[in-house]
Nanobody
Framework: QVQLVESGGGLVQAGGSLRLSCAAS????????MGWYRQAPGKQRELVAT???????NYADSVKGRFTISRDNAKHAVYLQMNSLKPEDTAVYYC???????????????????WGKGTLVTVSS
């Protein structure tokens, strides 16, 4: 079973920067879309940014120009560079993969909708 392990969250002052990382364990064969979602207290989980295998990116309007998503296909990893952070960016950030292929013995498995456990980002004013 592939797991997504996030790191890089923490406490930062408004205007500061953080870099989130997420790596897929278990040596998947290929990964389709990787991305980041976030959930603030009392709110629904929302899309932050996604990147596909060809490095085409998509961003929520609220983070455009401030956040940059990237991935390293060789490391099965995705990153989120967050600059000019605002208090409203405070949330638990979740790594997401929509679909990946992996070998289990000689069998090729197709896993979908995989989530990390989340990492907390707190931006103080």
């Amino acid at each position: 079973q592939v797991q997504l392990v996030e790191s890089g969250g923490g406490l930062v002052q408004a205007g500061g920067s953080l870099r989130l990382s997420c790596a897929a364990s278990g040596s998947p064969f290929s990964i389709n879309i990787m991305g980041w979602y976030r959930q603030a207290p009392g709110k629904q989980r929302e899309l932050v940014a996604t990147v596909n295998g060809g490095h085409v990116t998509n961003y929520a309007d609220s983070v455009k120009g401030r956040f940059t998503i990237s991935r390293d296909n060789a490391k099965h990893a995705v990153y989120l560079q967050m600059n000019s952070l605002k208090p409203e960016d405070t949330a638990v950030y979740y790594c997401y993969v929509d679909r990946l292929l992996r070998y289990s013995g000689d069998v090729l498995r197709d896993d979908t909708d995989i989530w990390g456990k989340g990492t907390l980002v707190t931006v103080s004013s």
